[in-house]
């Protein structure tokens, strides 16, 4: 069974940092492309930034660039994002997922319809950017 679980997220003021990470088991996450997404309420569902497994590039969607670093330690089969700079217009419930196509990454350019379409996925974490 393909699983990931998350950890991370909360509440940070504007300008913060948080760190969301995801254990994978049952599948190893280097034979993966993987990412992160995000849903805020009202707001359509966003990809946010993913490692391609056909060239191992990361790639970010553009209102993140320059503020968060997605990671994969393969020895501990984890992946990670770092939120630098964090603003309100970030506040979202945020997924981990994996899967064996590109749509993870696809994700970054035409969103995403439902967590069921990947492979495995985490259960979510808050993330809220408040004062």
């Known amino acids: 069974q393909l699983q990931l679980v998350e950890s991370g997220g909360g509440l940070v003021q504007p300008g913060g940092s948080l760190r969301l990470s995801c254990v994978a088991s049952?599948?190893?996450?280097?034979?993966?492309?993987i990412g992160w997404v995000r849903q805020a309420p009202g707001k359509g569902r966003e990809g946010v930034s993913c490692?391609?497994?056909?060239?191992?590039?990361?790639y970010y969607r553009e209102s993140v660039t320059g503020r968060f670093t997605i990671s994969r330690d393969n020895a501990k089969n984890t992946m990670s994002l770092q939120m630098n700079n964090l603003k309100p217009e970030d506040t979202a419930v945020y997924y981990c997922?994996?899967?064996?196509?590109?749509?993870?990454?696809?994700?970054?350019?035409?969103?995403?319809?439902?967590?069921?379409?990947?492979?495995?996925w985490g259960q979510g974490v808050q993330v809220t950017v408040s004062s």
């Open positions: 490692i391609s497994s056909s060239d191992g590039s990361a």
């Open positions: 049952g599948f190893a996450l280097d034979t993966y492309s």
């Open positions: 997922a994996a899967d064996s196509t590109p749509y993870v990454c696809g994700a970054l350019y035409g969103g995403w319809t439902k967590l069921q379409d990947f492979d495995a």
